[in-house]
């Protein structure tokens, strides 16, 4: 907790320094407390840093990436962006202060308020070399985290700052998610349709869950992974857990890549043309 937080709450000069004397109040940084121990954990000293670098401070640049997963750091300051002025930081925070730091590149990650992915490469731009830069746009693809028109935001709220330039340039090679997906189901629709299959209904809601492609009395379900790299390890685990709710509620689930489905369309249809033609009751 912040000294301010702590004088919100009703404690008074006294009460603080009485309970830092006591040690029930462990400095981490200046005006900056932990609570009875110091065995903070990451999670712990990235809420101190944001609380040192006082109001409206979020966490940003490679602390940030590291907390979005996009990169690991072993850093041992951790940095945070504010626009207000005359915060002096602390040892062990990297305070980087703007002029204005607009509503649309803040959020939070569970409570802690950090930089929003697009507002984090955009920042990453400016420290990292273009290498890396590109290693971290790709996790931030494969964890689902990338949306360009939002880093086209955020680049243009930038103005032109050290780095924007290259990862402009390698924003503008990528095509977004949701135009990958919709064509992925074009094509896995049209294959079918040309293969004379029984057509099946579309992102429909079944057992709590908005599939791809139903088929209600085979109790099939296809799954469509427009992504070309492998899943990260939340996302694989997202996956596994749909997969398991929807073969409890009687659904049987079978997911296909863009690379199966544009490249390999004959074990496409052979494997749903078998699923298809099993025996199984309805649901």
Request: charged share 30%; hydrophobic share 40%.
């Amino acid at each position: 907790m912040s000294r301010g937080q702590l004088r919100s709450r009703g404690l008074g000069v006294g009460a603080i320094e009485h309970r830092i004397r006591t040690r029930r109040l462990l400095p981490i940084h200046h005006g900056v407390y932990a609570l009875g121990h110091r065995g903070l954990g990451p999670r712990g000293h990235r809420w101190a840093a944001v609380l040192a670098g006082g109001p409206g401070a979020a966490l940003s640049h490679r602390s940030a990436a590291a907390a979005w997963g996009l990169r690991r750091t072993d850093r041992a300051r951790h940095e945070v962006t504010t626009s207000a002025r005359g915060t002096a930081g602390a040892r062990g925070v990297e305070v980087h202060r703007v002029r204005r730091f607009a509503a649309p590149d803040r959020t939070t990650l569970e409570r802690l308020p950090i930089t929003t992915p697009a507002r984090t490469l955009v920042d990453l731009a400016d420290v990292l070399d273009p290498r890396a830069l590109d290693r971290a746009l790709h996790e931030a693809e494969v964890l689902r985290l990338l949306d360009l028109e939002a880093i086209a935001e955020a680049l243009d709220r930038a103005n032109g700052r050290r780095g924007t330039a290259h990862l402009a340039a390698l924003v503008a090679g990528r095509t977004t998610a949701p135009m990958i997906r919709r064509e992925l189901e074009h094509r896995f629709l049209e294959l079918i349709r040309a293969a004379g299959l029984e057509q099946p209904r579309t992102n429909t809601r079944i057992a709590g869950y908005e599939v791809d492609a139903l088929w209600r009395q085979a109790s099939l379900v296809a799954e469509l992974d427009g992504r070309a790299t492998h899943a990260a390890a939340k996302a694989l685990e997202s996956d596994r857990r749909r997969d398991a709710d929807l073969l409890v509620a009687g659904f049987e689930t079978v997911r296909f890549t863009w690379r199966q489905v544009t490249a390999e369309p004959g074990w496409v249809l052979a494997t749903l043309r078998t699923l298809l033609a099993r025996e199984r009751p309805g649901y």
